[in-house]
């Protein structure tokens, strides 16, 4: 199992990259592979701000918790359709670009490490996109308890998350085993790091969360990313 010092460096990582780190998803510096690429990229990343937008629209007065909320790429969309949001990370560096640039009343922001937080209340959306990779495969059944633990009875998880595709990562990013579980990432000085990463499939991650007394229905786009919800199944049957 990853130690807790690769859970500790997860942290530090993303500190130390806040303000770089919207670079990733916006295809820009050591991520920019080419106008061709970045633009397959921005296509399926389209899709997936669709989905979770459509998905929302449809639980639009709800209360939501936003998991690993990061600088605020999906805050921004979760923020203007539901009643209250709560973001949660446990970098206060990413929390304070996240709270500039969503800048909206409803959102309630907590400086936590999820490997620790249990709610203290129940929402009908719990949210998290790019977390679940990060999430060690030992700590994977205890962390859906904590998702369970924070659902509304009729409440649902929504997750995006990295396909396995190596061009997805930094060109300078030594090309990640699928079955790797550990990842060195480097930052824009050089600096480096091992975090947890660990590429889910739909199918797998189904079956992973079927056994734990989950429904999911989960898609992929054509190269880069997993989407969908997940549901506790909420009968005798669950394990
Ligand atoms: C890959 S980023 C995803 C950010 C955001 N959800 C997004 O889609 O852009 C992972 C986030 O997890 C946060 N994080 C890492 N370890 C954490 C922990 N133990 N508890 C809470 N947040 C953590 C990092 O600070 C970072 O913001």
Redesign the pocket.
């Known amino acids: 199992m990853p130690g807790d010092d690769i859970?500790r460096d997860?942290?530090e990582y993303?500190?130390a990259r806040a303000g770089e780190?919207d670079e990733w998803?916006f295809r820009k510096g050591r991520y920019d592979r080419g106008a061709d690429f970045n633009a397959r990229w921005h296509a399926e990343a389209s899709v997936v701000e669709s989905a979770i937008d459509e998905w929302l629209t449809h639980r639009r007065h709800g209360s939501a918790v936003?998991?690993?909320?990061?600088?605020g790429?999906?805050t921004r969309r979760l923020a203007p359709k539901v009643t209250h949001l709560t973001a949660?990370?446990?970098?206060p560096e990413?929390l304070a670009i996240n709270r500039a640039r969503v800048a909206a009343k409803n959102v309630d922001y907590v400086e936590?490490?999820?490997?620790g937080?249990r709610p203290r209340q129940r929402y009908d959306v719990v949210f998290?996109?790019?977390?679940l990779s990060?999430v060690p495969d030992e700590l994977f059944a205890s962390f859906w308890e904590t998702v369970d633990a924070a659902l509304a009875p009729d409440g649902a998880a929504y997750l995006?998350d990295s396909a396995f595709d190596p061009s997805s990562t930094a060109k300078d990013h030594a090309l990640p085993r699928r079955d790797a579980g550990v990842v060195t990432r480097k930052l824009n000085d050089g600096r480096e790091f091992r975090i947890v990463k660990v590429f889910w499939a739909p199918g797998a991650l189904s079956s992973r969360l079927d056994a734990l007394g989950w429904s999911a229905k989960l898609a992929q786009t054509a190269s880069y990313f997993i989407y969908g919800e997940a549901q506790p199944r909420r009968d005798a049957g669950r394990a």
């Open positions: 859970l997860q942290i993303y500190s780190y998803w936003e998991l690993a909320c990061g600088t790429l999906f949660i990370d446990a970098s990413v936590a490490d999820l490997f937080w998290f996109s790019f977390w990060h995006i």
